[in-house]
């Protein structure tokens, strides 16, 4: 069974930093891609934040470029997002993803319960 576990949300001010950090049981860590994921309030469509392939290629949305840094440590099958320069808009739950492939795409299998970050103006 995958279990997929994100922690690290919190409250911060606008302008702060927080890292979350996600494990993964279950599956061949270094052998998928994973992701982060946000859903802001109010119903908002959920956003793919990042994604990061098994030979550490990434991608942001254009919305986190130059402010977010994706990672994983293969040897303790977690994945990481470090969030600098937090804006109010950041505010949201992220969700941490797995896929079934080694590289980054649209769908992902395996899915976190999501952890609460909110940016204070």
């Known amino acids: 069974q995958v279990q997929v576990v994100e922690s690290g949300g919190g409250s911060v001010q606008a302008g702060g930093s927080l890292r979350l950090s996600c494990t993964v049981s279950?599956?061949?860590?270094?052998?998928?891609?994973m992701g982060w994921f946000r859903q802001a309030p109010a119903g908002k469509e959920r956003e793919r934040v990042s994604c990061i392939d098994t030979i550490a290629r990434t991608d942001y949305a254009d919305s986190v470029k130059g402010r977010f840094t994706i990672s994983r440590d293969n040897a303790k099958s977690t994945l990481y997002l470090h969030m600098d320069s937090l804006k109010p808009e950041d505010t949201g739950v992220y969700y941490c993803?797995?896929?079934?492939?080694?590289?980054?795409?649209?769908?992902?299998?395996?899915w976190g319960q999501g952890t609460q970050v909110t940016v204070s103006s």
């Open positions: 993803a797995a896929r079934r492939y080694s590289w980054c795409d649209r769908a992902f299998t395996y």
């Open positions: 279950g599956l061949t860590f270094d052998a998928v891609a």
